[in-house]
């Protein structure tokens, strides 16, 4: 039901922007289209979270009920990469998880020195 009525919400939406873009404005068809399209993308995004992540729900959970995951396969290759180098070398300690974007070396604390 969220997906029909986000659907119905964004077709209005556009029908409503593109009769005012056409019939108000004298836009030709297709640029008339090309804005409502535009207009309600933008509208949708900024005042329809609820809707739309009630959506995104539904797809997802007809079209991937059995995923595990929301994580892209570069990203699980990357886990999966840490993971045997942490296994392998217990006395390293990896901070990949920095905001700044970049990872850290470190030894844990109380680790001897190399």
Request: charged share 20%.
């Amino acid at each position: 039901m969220a997906f029909i009525k986000y659907s119905l919400i964004r077709g209005v939406l556009f029908l409503a922007f593109f009769l005012i873009a056409y019939m108000a404005l004298n836009f030709t068809p297709l640029t008339a289209a090309l804005i409502a399209a535009l207009c309600a993308f933008v509208v949708s995004f900024f005042f329809l979270r609820k809707q739309r992540d009630g959506a995104t729900a539904i797809v997802a959970k007809t079209f991937a009920p059995n995923a595990t995951t929301s994580q892209s396969a570069g990203a699980m290759a990357d886990a999966d990469a840490e993971d045997a180098l942490i296994d392998e070398n217990p006395d390293i300690w990896i901070d990949a998880d920095r905001k700044s974007g970049t990872a850290t070396l470190d030894k844990p604390a109380g680790a001897e020195p190399a």
